[in-house]
């Protein structure tokens, strides 16, 4: 996703912004730019696709002395990824860079247009430094143009603004996408949008919070408001190990992306779940015509994600879904008709059998979509179509935020389908919709419930297995809570459909079984009640997950978000997580690097 550096000093500033966005380039982009003020003079390089290019346009500017600069890495959210759409962008004498979507940008544009204003860009972010040069034109007061500027702003932003008429002070303001600011022992200033742009340079940093705006220069340091009133500067010293500044103070890659899945998915839904419908830029309005049913392949997580939305693509968009495990679907002769659309789900885009799944799909004529973490990826290479999940960097082998993402990529799509077959009233969408974008809130971790979990987590250790059960969506859920279990504690755990014990498993059941009951509200709560019930009456130790308190369970996670199905889904994941984590960290493993795993299976 988008990336910002700034920084004022003395150092080569062409330098430290292409250094800072190379540090963000993990999140994925589509284009950068620069732009830098100095003696007066602003100077500004954009390039479409990757920094080498931008590196190749800017190889004759030599700034130097002392200076200032800001830089993007754009993922294309409003218009297309073009040289003009790629920031910093430009009013008449000022520049801004922005991470996030101004929500009423279409309000803003209106009025500004009204006025005279020209645009030259699709993007939201033009209307920012626009309004900010017309406030500016009334108040003749930067600082309160910028505060009446981010006064106007609706929905999230971390922006950074510089002006030929202050040419000391770069502006910033946050809301909703991080930003830190920073500085050296030399007083150099560095802004970044994840700590990873300033490591190594900043000495100290500030982590900006919502609603927090102001305005640094060499002389004057950092000046921080709030609610229109100065504000403390809270600094924290920067951990100069690049490591583990890169766990941003968490002990493992998996806890750190478990945290992340709040900010990630807010970037996953960025510009696709508008106010009234789904849209994805990458998919032609015609994309389904034709298309009689779905069949979804992959591997692992990604096929339990996969397994998960086929309830949703079936239930919502009334396409009929079929889900293959890709390893299986390369060997069995598979029936291929041409109106079925292939979808594959990989993470890292290079999993051998889902690769060749794909390759067969293709070649037998169907239309391919892939649903996947990594940009230019063979598996993105391969697809006539891509829906990038946006999670970032994964670097803990148990995939957490991945499977987050494609969930909620794949939740989109199928009511994208729904709409466009129009199997749900435009009320529905938008109830949908809603719930959606109150997932970043259902899966933000507290203090209480990672305490809770590893406190529980010392009676799992033992025993002769888990079972994880679920019912519907939450069967898939049961089976990526125990893969995620198995994975990185190395204790045998299995995922069942809570209907299915009675036919088998159940004879496992004494005290010694350990079932992690999902119990969600919405759905099936009495039928998996009941099955849970058939368990306790076996004497198995039940942990339930659940809104309800369940008498019979040994253990209780007590989950908040009852009032969607989905948000109970993505509120148990959590807690399945964090309890795989912290059974392997009580087991002395290796979380991050299970044995016997890899993070990329790019063999059979
Ligand atoms: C589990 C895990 C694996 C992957 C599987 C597919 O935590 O990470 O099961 O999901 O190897 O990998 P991708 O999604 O990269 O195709």
Same mark, same amino acid.
């Given at each position: ?44 390089? &954009? ?110 932003? @971390? ?13 910033? +303001?946050?809301?909703? =996408? ?17 700590? +990873?742009?300033?490591?190594?340079? #900043? ?22 408001? =709030? ?9 924290? @010293? ?17 806890? &750190? ?6 900010? !990630? ?32 392949? +992959? ?44 979808? !594959? ?6 999993? +051998? ?44 082998? #148990? ?52 305490? &809770? ?53 159940? #004879? ?27 368990? =306790? ?8 997950? =659940? ?17 969607? #199905? ?24 290796? !979380? ?13």
């Amino acid at each position: 996703m988008c990336g910002i550096v700034g920084y004022i000093g003395n150092e080569n500033i062409k330098e430290v912004l292409v250094d800072g966005l190379r540090e963000l380039e993990y999140r994925g982009y589509d284009s950068a730019g620069i732009a830098v003020l100095q003696d007066d003079e602003i100077h500004s390089y &954009k390039a479409v696709g990757k920094l080498k290019n931008l590196e190749e346009k800017t190889k004759n500017f030599t700034p130097h002395t002392l200076g200032m600069g800001i830089g993007h890495t754009r993922w294309a959210t409003h218009g297309k990824p073009t040289e003009i759409n790629a920031h910093p962008h430009l009013g008449e004498f000022s520049y801004v860079v922005h991470n996030g979507i101004i929500e009423n940008y279409q309000e803003l544009k209106k009025e500004l247009q009204a006025q005279g204003v020209k645009f030259l860009s699709q993007t939201d972010t033009e209307v920012i430094v626009h309004l900010f040069e017309q406030n500016y034109k009334l108040l003749k007061d930067p600082m309160k143009a910028f505060e009446a500027t981010v006064e106007r702003l609706q929905g999230a932003y @971390a922006v950074l603004l510089m002006t030929k008429v202050d040419a000391d002070r770069i502006y910033f +303001a946050k809301n909703g =996408s991080p930003m830190i600011v920073g500085n050296d022992q030399n007083g150099d200033i560095y802004f970044g949008s994840s700590d +990873a742009a300033l490591i190594g340079k #900043a000495s100290e940093v500030i982590y900006l919070d919502d609603g927090d705006y102001g305005y640094t220069s060499i002389k004057e340091g950092i000046t921080l408001f =709030s609610d229109g009133k100065e504000k403390e500067l809270n600094k924290k @010293a920067l951990v100069g190990d690049r490591v583990s500044a890169q766990k941003g103070g968490f002990r493992f890659f998996m806890e &750190k992306e478990i945290y992340e899945q709040s900010e !990630v998915l807010a970037d996953t839904v960025m510009g696709r779940a508008l106010d009234e419908k789904i849209a994805f830029e990458e998919l032609d309005p015609n994309f389904f015509d034709g298309i009689e049913d779905i069949t979804i392949c +992959a591997c692992g997580t990604s096929y339990n994600s996969g397994l998960a939305c086929s309830y949703l693509f079936e239930r919502q968009a009334k396409i009929r879904t079929s889900v293959e495990i890709a390893s299986e679907f390369r060997y069995k002769d598979p029936l291929l008709n041409p109106k079925t659309l292939f979808v !594959v789900i990989s993470q890292s885009g290079e999993t +051998a059998d889902t690769l060749e799944a794909l390759k067969m799909a293709r070649d037998a004529g169907l239309k391919t979509l892939a649903i996947c973490n990594v940009d230019n990826s063979s598996i993105v290479r391969i697809s006539d179509y891509t829906l990038l999940t946006r999670a970032g960097i994964e670097k803990g082998v #148990a995939s957490t935020k991945a499977f987050a993402t494609q969930v909620m990529v794949m939740w989109m799509l199928s009511l994208y389908i729904a709409q466009h077959k129009k199997t749900m009233t435009q009320e529905q969408i938008k109830a949908e919709i809603e719930a959606i974008r109150h997932i970043p809130q259902a899966v933000k971790v507290n203090d209480k419930l990672h305490e &809770k979990v590893k406190r529980l987590s010392k009676r799992y250790l033992h025993g002769h297995g888990f079972f994880f059960i679920g019912r519907d969506l939450f069967y898939p859920l049961a089976l990526e809570g125990a893969l995620k279990l198995k994975e990185i504690s190395y204790l045998h755990a299995e995922g069942y459909p809570a209907g299915e014990m009675k036919h088998g498993p159940i #004879a496992l059941a004494d005290s010694n079984l350990f079932t992690i009951a999902l119990m969600p509200k919405n759905i099936h709560y009495d039928k998996v009640k009941s099955n849970v019930e058939e368990l =306790s009456a076996r004497d198995a130790t039940i942990l339930a997950i =659940s809104p309800e308190r369940f008498e019979l369970a040994d253990d209780y996670v007590h989950t908040y978000y009852s009032d969607h #199905a989905m948000s109970e889904f993505f509120e148990m994941m959590v807690v399945t997580q964090l309890l795989a984590l912290e059974i392997s960290v009580r087991l002395g493993n290796d !979380v991050d690097m299970p044995r016997n795993l890899a993070k990329s299976v790019t063999v059979e």
